[in-house]
């Protein structure tokens, strides 16, 4: 076994109390963050001594210990002890519950400082919620800690997900927005949707928010959807058009999500090809295999389909696509096209058509009676603006921003304000 390897075994025993357990199983993965870096993860499966025989692949049995390191940094991502039940032994456990001593057990174990960069965002019996901020100000795209403990205190869950900016890729500036600066914006933003209430099984027509991100100088927009999925993409806002279909069916391939990664791999820190750019080049061949897809596919639909976004991950380039006409304007029609970068040619897809047909046998709206005018009075003194630090991929550091939002709608049907959340 690979020295740098058998070192993170033994941390993660020692750490974790895993006496009474023997190492089932490990792999490595690896990732890219949203900043563009490779970052390679030791997962590990520890099973507790007494358990020899375990048939089942899908789960672990009660007890079994998943745990995961950052093989560079050497901090714990991931501890999960199946079940809630722990057998470790001078393990991690918080006696009293004390809550100073659980934030400085997660700053030695992920070298973040709190009130700089984590703060507090829930507690429930037994559970803990933590989100990434810098100096206080939420971040975008987030970061979360999650914490679980039993009824003795001991540790069983702690999970640390997305982005915990440092300070030095920050843009630093005192915070100056205000609502009155963004009358026009507050306007532009309001939208009148179709919302849906499953509970009713009807469609309201509801004047909402877009939430959007503002620059601190007022200067600029960031759309609060580039962050959905925390990666960056690269943005083509291209309809694909067609003269001919392709008279074969589309046969879908199996997609395989995990990578074989070698210790030396991990070690080295090789940048994954997720991490690489897509080339002009690429870019054309990608445009090619969308347009064949739905010219076998979606043979009749020329000019219906935009290709929204490129964007890499998990060794495929996936393509975004989103229909020129939208029937339902919350759950936007959307398609995802997984291209192999070795062929480029279509492998798979996934249609949100599916999630959307449900929608069809519901009541439709009543008639709108309320201006976009009257609305926007209405919610006059409902807008929120709030600071947030914003990661800016082209600065390729965090600026200030203000987060403009709105928890209320107008029923454009009868001019009730009314709480989104309640729909």
Not at 244 to 261: G, L, T, V
Request: with cysteine.
């Amino acid at each position: 076994m690979d020295s740098q390897l058998k070192e993170l075994i033994d941390l993660a025993k020692t750490t974790f109390g895993l006496n009474h357990y023997y190492l089932q199983r490990y792999e490595f993965y690896r990732s890219v963050n949203t900043i563009n870096e490779t970052v390679y993860t030791l997962s590990m499966e520890w099973f507790p001594n007494h358990i020899t025989v375990h048939e089942d692949d899908e789960t672990n049995p009660n007890g079994a210990a998943g745990i995961e390191i950052n093989v560079k940094s050497r901090k714990f991502t991931r501890a999960i002890f199946a079940g809630g039940i722990s057998y470790a032994e001078d393990g991690v456990k918080f006696s009293h519950l004390n809550m100073e001593a659980i934030i400085k057990w997660i700053e030695d174990k992920t070298g973040l400082m709190y009130g700089i960069q984590f703060q507090l965002k829930r507690e429930q019996e037994g559970e803990l919620t933590f989100m990434a901020c810098l100096d206080g100000v939420d971040v975008s795209p987030p970061g979360y800690i999650d914490i679980k403990f039993n009824e003795e205190g001991k540790l069983t869950l702690f999970s640390i997900n997305g982005q915990f900016p440092s300070k030095e890729p920050v843009k630093e500036e005192n915070y100056s927005l205000s609502l009155d600066q963004l009358e026009d914006l507050k306007m532009e933003q309001l939208k009148l949707i179709e919302y849906p209430s499953y509970e009713q099984k009807k469609l309201y027509p509801i004047y909402g928010l877009e939430e959007i991100f503002v620059t601190n100088d007022g200067g600029a927009t960031i759309p609060f959807e580039f962050f959905a999925d925390e990666r960056y993409f690269l943005t083509m806002e291209q309809t694909i058009f067609w003269d001919e279909p392709i008279n074969e069916p589309f046969q879908a391939k199996e997609i395989k999500w995990i990578e074989d990664i070698l210790a030396e791999q991990a070690f080295s820190c090789e940048p994954s090809p997720d991490s690489f750019p897509i080339t002009g080049e690429e870019q054309e061949k990608c445009i090619k295999a969308v347009t064949d897809f739905l010219r076998q596919e979606y043979p009749s639909d020329s000019g219906n389909w935009v290709l929204k976004h490129l964007y890499r991950d998990k060794g495929y380039i996936h393509a975004t696509l989103k229909a020129v006409k939208q029937e339902y304007q919350v759950f936007q029609r959307k398609i995802k096209v997984w291209i192999d970068p070795k062929s480029f040619q279509a492998v798979n897809y996934m249609d949100s058509e599916l999630m959307l047909k449900p929608l069809e046998d519901f009541q439709r709206p009543d008639k709108v009676t309320i201006s976009k005018e009257e609305a926007f009075e209405k919610l006059r003194d409902l807008f929120e603006l709030k600071p947030y630090y914003v990661y800016d991929f082209k600065q390729k550091q965090y600026v200030l921003c203000g987060k403009l939002d709105c928890k209320y709608g107008v029923n454009a049907a009868n001019g009730e304000v009314i709480a989104l959340d309640d729909l």
